[in-house]
């Protein structure tokens, strides 16, 4: 079964999957290896390693420690082509459809795809939107596009009917890392229901109650970084896990 796949049998069985977001730029080694050893008891479905801007000169090195610390599918969220390590399972090949930068719209996947080809790496074609959540977030800094108004949905809804039109396999709603605003329900309720692919949601969820109600508007995927990254809050994991898992209540 490939890793996509598997990745809609868990949200076919659970309701929802639960993505944890580790930045290997941002989370020391130690750290890294202690959160990927517990995330699997404490209900994450799958791993997101990867960063809008990597200064780290050991990516590779932090993928492989991610790698051997769990038997979850492990998943690079790339930012770039720099951000491609064999030791991954899959890369979520990323498009920045909601910007008109040809860098970040074609470019970048150019210079990847070789490589992922040759480390054996299942992609994911995924059609990557930025939702406007308050303030300048780094994703829009780093790749000088504009985000999608948070209050335009029907923006959204074009862009997710394009990605899909193009062949891309999942459509990603992004807030942004550690945004005060996550993406409104409304606009993943508008997506999911006028697009045919799975949508993945992230930026500011901080709280269950935040990801339950993105799950109850339709969304596939959440994905949680910042609130799990740095503290050792397994039972707030379950808690988040619990609340995305609506089929199957609480995995602890
Ligand atoms: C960012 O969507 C992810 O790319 C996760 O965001 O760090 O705010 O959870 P947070």
Do not use: W
């Not at 109600?213 to 039972?235: H, K, M, P, Q, W």
Request: charged share 20%.
């Amino acid at each position: 079964m490939s890793l996509f796949d598997k990745l809609l049998k868990i949200k076919d069985e659970k309701g929802a999957g639960f993505f944890l977001l580790l930045d290997p730029d941002r989370v020391d080694r130690k750290r890294l290896i202690d959160v990927a050893e517990n995330a699997e008891a404490f209900g994450v479905d799958a791993i997101l390693a990867g960063s809008s801007f990597v200064s780290t000169a050991n990516f590779g090195d932090q993928i492989k420690a991610i790698k051997s610390s769990t038997d979850l599918p492990v998943i690079i969220f790339p930012g770039g082509s720099g951000q491609v390590s064999r030791d991954a399972d899959g890369i979520l090949f990323l498009s920045l459809i909601s910007g008109r930068n040809p860098s970040y719209l074609i470019e970048e996947q150019v210079k990847g795809a070789p490589l992922i080809k040759a480390y054996g790496l299942e992609p994911i074609p995924t059609g990557y939107m930025l939702i406007e959540s308050g303030t300048m977030t780094s994703v829009q800094y780093v790749s000088h596009t504009l985000p999608i108004p948070r209050d335009k949905n029907d923006l959204a809804m074009a862009h997710a009917l394009a990605a899909q039109y193009m062949g891309m396999k999942m459509v990603y709603l992004e807030a942004g890392s550690g945004s005060s605003k996550a993406v409104p329900e409304s606009m993943i309720k508008a997506v999911a229901s006028y697009c045919d692919l799975p949508v993945s949601v992230g930026g500011g969820i901080k709280r269950p109650e935040d990801a339950a109600s993105r799950v109850s508007a339709g969304a596939s995927f959440i994905v949680v970084g910042t609130r799990l990254e740095f503290e050792n809050d397994y039972r707030f994991m379950a808690e988040m896990a619990d609340a995305i898992h609506t089929k199957t209540g609480s995995p602890v």
